[in-house]
């Protein structure tokens, strides 16, 4: 009921980027991941996953290019591709301070398909944990129950 302040309690955010090692570095398996993690947030926060899709580029911007021009009259096509672009150099610019303040992996053509990959799978993962249970990870099966508790089978 109290703030966090008030409880005596801090927050603080670490200067260190998460590390994953997925072991495999493919499309299979980065969709794999996804899904799962699509699984766990709606078993656990249902209402909240629900708008999810919502916050996603394409999606919003298909929304807000439609509000813009029912409220201002903009033009929707130019107000997407406005949308779309301004996203996406924000996300590069945050893939580029997450790789070491600007030494990337990859180059702005592969960040680019890469990007455009994410966005437009990024509905179909999420139809497709959100309408399964049943999890494959690593070696074994698992079926998610309510609040995000699994059990093997």
């Not at 590069?92 to 799978?121: H, P």
């Amino acid at each position: 009921m109290f703030p966090v302040c008030c409880r005596g309690l801090k927050a603080s955010m670490s200067n260190q980027v998460a590390q994953q090692n997925c072991g495999t570095y493919s499309i299979r398996a980065f969709s794999s991941r996804m899904s799962r993690w699509t699984q766990l947030r709606v078993t656990m926060i249902p209402f909240l996953a629900m708008w999810e899709p919502f916050t996603e580029c394409f999606l919003l911007g298909l929304i807000c290019s439609w509000a813009f021009n029912h409220l201002f009259l903009w033009d929707p096509v130019t107000y997407f591709i406005f949308h779309v672009t301004a996203w996406m150099i924000s996300d590069y610019l945050q893939f580029r301070t997450c790789q070491m303040m600007g030494a990337t992996s990859v180059n702005k053509f592969e960040f680019l398909i890469a990007w455009l990959l994410r966005e437009t799978l990024t509905y179909w993962w999420f139809l497709r944990g959100a309408t399964s249970r049943d999890i494959k990870w690593k070696t074994g099966k698992f079926r998610l129950r309510c609040g995000g508790t699994a059990e093997e089978v």
